[in-house]
């Protein structure tokens, strides 16, 4: 299942906002993945293409980050370096190596969402984590911080809606489950009560939603465990160190 990569922009002049919309004629697989949103809706993109030439876009864009610590920026300035990991590409904007940029994220994106497509095909001894989140950014941040701590063989599985979930746990089990709250149809209290009802796994619920209530609904629904966003990583290797100990009785 792919949703839209949500695509927004800070501080372009406005012939690079021609350029960029024209990107979606001159290169239509993209316009089947990215949805360009107004920039009064900055704080919901995935990706954010910045004129890191502006000062005033830099802050900007620092305030979106403030909010969307997992939207990924797209950095133009005249030098073209990278810096602090955000990649950079050089002004003027080359439509080509835009659109390969584009297209590099469109290929991360699906190799990420395909690489759980040898689940079942994995040893006893195998962590089987499946995360749940209906936001990309979240899935890949979650990716590559599980890859960093899980100490022992694993397979990383991923949903991004609740009812794909389910589809999955029909397929396979799963020893651990990090399930967001608030997601388009079924929220994640409902789908964790389901799973709870059939399968026996360590549900950690992934949220923003701190509020004493919120993790009082957690419990009322059978998780294990309440994990705030971002989640620290000492927070992720807590959940992970249980479910390797309850693989190990198993």
């Not at 759980?116 to 095909?121: E, S, T």
């Not at 984590?129 to 950014?137: E, G, N, Q, W």
């Not at 789908?191 to 009322?220: E, W, Y």
Request: glycine share 4%; charged share 30%; net charge negative.
């Amino acid at each position: 299942m792919h949703e839209s990569i949500l695509l927004g922009y800070i501080g372009l002049l406005g012939h690079e906002i021609m350029v960029l919309k024209s990107i979606f004629k001159l290169a239509p697989q993209l316009s089947s993945t990215y949805k360009l949103v107004n920039p009064d809706d900055l704080h919901d993109s995935d990706v954010v293409l910045v004129n890191a030439d502006s000062p005033e876009a830099v802050i900007e864009w620092n305030r979106v980050k403030k909010h969307n610590s997992l939207a990924n920026p797209l950095m133009l300035s005249a030098d073209g370096q990278a810096y602090n990991g955000e990649v950079r590409l050089q002004r003027p904007i080359r439509i080509q190596k835009l659109i390969n940029a584009l297209e590099d994220i469109v290929r991360d994106r699906t190799a990420f969402d395909l690489s759980d497509d040898v689940a079942g095909q994995v040893s006893n001894d195998t962590l089987r984590v499946l995360v749940v989140d209906d936001s990309y950014p979240v899935r890949k941040y979650m990716e590559n911080k599980l890859q960093e701590l899980i100490d022992v063989p694993a397979q990383l599985s991923f949903a991004s809606s609740g009812e794909e979930a389910m589809l999955k746990l029909e397929q396979s089990e799963y020893d651990i489950i990090f399930l967001d709250v608030v997601m388009e149809g079924v929220d994640g209290y409902k789908v964790c009560r389901k799973i709870k009802s059939q399968h026996n796994v360590h549900i950690a619920m992934l949220t923003s939603k701190k509020s004493p209530f919120d993790k009082v609904r957690g419990t009322m629904s059978g998780c294990d465990a309440y994990v705030t966003k971002p989640p620290t990583d000492q927070r992720l290797k807590e959940e992970v160190e249980k479910s390797i100990k309850r693989l190990a009785k198993k």
